[in-house]
């Protein structure tokens, strides 16, 4: 099949509909260029240091922070910051919903010997849970959107115990879905998704709660790997830099992307924009004779990363490799999944009308196949 040949009139003009790393804008790539002078640099001196302050202050406003939120930042991705939560935000018991990748890999942080067994709510692929009060829970985790199976769960509070925190992962869906940030009390993530910049960095925007439990338990006798340390991040990041050396490049790369989303109109906009694009291909998986949205109920389905089953006359990763093969690319489904679907990303970044001509591009590829 990857013999075919898509008419070029039917390709999108950028083939880039990856999860992650996804695709990054001309301007993105420019502005690490005319930031030379800063690569190689320190990052505890100022021309840095305004650099950092520049990405908290673009976060601040996209995200219309309320008083007394902060954002802060630290080095090793969405994968570092499950630890840190275990090590300095959950006290004794959290409770979580897994229904994918990032909730599952949460759920192994928070079964550290010094906590109590977590309280789990797990459901299959493709399905999300819900999230009850449970008493003695102390932190509330759930992701806002599973990247490996293109499930959404709504950011909302969860109203337990008194001082619970509620804290959501939003890797893939920060900056790419409309939310009140007040119905959160840390609302963390990494900057390749619809921030399309490099891995390695994490940033959690904090809730003066959630800050006051960080230096509460900072200040207890509980042992804190100097790395996995909450209340060293917030220091730093107050200080506009970070415990570690960043990559100065992914900060340059975020820098300009929340310029861009704010100056196009801001997280309403971004949230609009993803809702298009991922609006269409789920129209045109309900109406192809060939295809189904993964995601069976409507309202579970992600607008930032689709996943779309192919029928099983058809191989999926067949046709992505036909997609890869006429420069659309990172189509494939989860690894881990092992579906016979394609998953593609519909973030911020990704024009609506390039998400236009991938659907031609697929009534292309599967009529060529279906005879």
């Given amino acids: 099949m990857a013999d075919i040949t898509i008419p070029a009139e039917l390709l999108p003009a950028d083939g880039r509909f990856g999860c992650g790393p996804s695709k990054v804008r001309p301007e993105q790539v420019a502005a690490v260029t005319g930031a ?30 309320p008083d007394g939120y902060e954002v802060v930042l630290g080095n090793g991705g969405s994968t570092a ?15 979580h919903l897994d229904f994918g990748e990032f909730g599952s890999k949460f759920v192994a942080s928070a079964r550290a010997p010094w906590l109590e067994a977590p309280h ?62 007040s119905e959160t009390d840390v609302y963390y993530f990494a900057p390749q998704k619809n921030f399309a910049g490099d891995g390695g960095l994490w940033i959690a925007l904090m809730s003066p709660a959630a800050i006051e439990r960080a230096e509460r338990i900072g200040a207890s006798d509980r042992f804190i790997p100097p790395f996995l340390s909450l209340t060293a991040a917030i220091d730093n990041s107050r200080l506009d830099q970070t415990l570690n050396t960043p990559a100065l490049a992914t900060l340059v790369l975020l820098d300009e992307q929340v310029r861009w989303m704010n100056e196009s109109g801001g997280l309403a906009w971004c949230g609009e924009r993803t809702a298009t694009s991922s609006g269409l291909l789920y129209d045109w998986a309900e109406s192809h004779p060939l295809a189904t949205p993964f995601v069976a109920n409507p309202e579970h389905r992600s607008p930032v990363v689709v996943t779309i089953d192919l029928d099983d006359s058809i191989d999926a990763a067949s046709v992505a490799a036909t997609l890869r093969a006429n420069g659309i690319v990172d189509t494939e489904p989860y ?23 991938l659907i031609r591009s697929l009534d292309y590829v599967l009529e060529q196949v279906a005879g």
Avoid: C, M
């Fill in 120 to 181: 789990v709510v797990k459901t299959d692929a493709g399905t999300r849970g819900t999230l009850e009060p449970v008493a003695g829970v102390d932190v509330y985790a759930y992701p806002h959107n599973e990247t490996s199976t293109g499930v959404a769960s709504p950011v909302t509070r969860i109203h337990g115990d008194d001082g619970a925190l509620t804290v959501v992962d939003a890797t893939s869906a920060a900056g790419g879905i409309d939310i009140d940030i």
């Fill in 36 to 65: 030379a002078h800063l690569l190689g640099t320190s990052h505890r001196q100022k021309p840095v240091k305004a650099l950092v302050g520049s990405v908290r202050a673009g976060l601040r406003d996209l995200f219309r922070l």
């Fill in 81 to 95: 910051f499950w630890d840190i939560a275990a090590a300095g935000l959950i006290e004794r018991r959290s409770g």
């Fill in 335 to 357: 690894r881990k999944l092992g579906r016979n679907q394609l998953r593609i990303a519909t973030f911020v970044a990704i024009e609506p009308d390039d998400v236009r001509q």
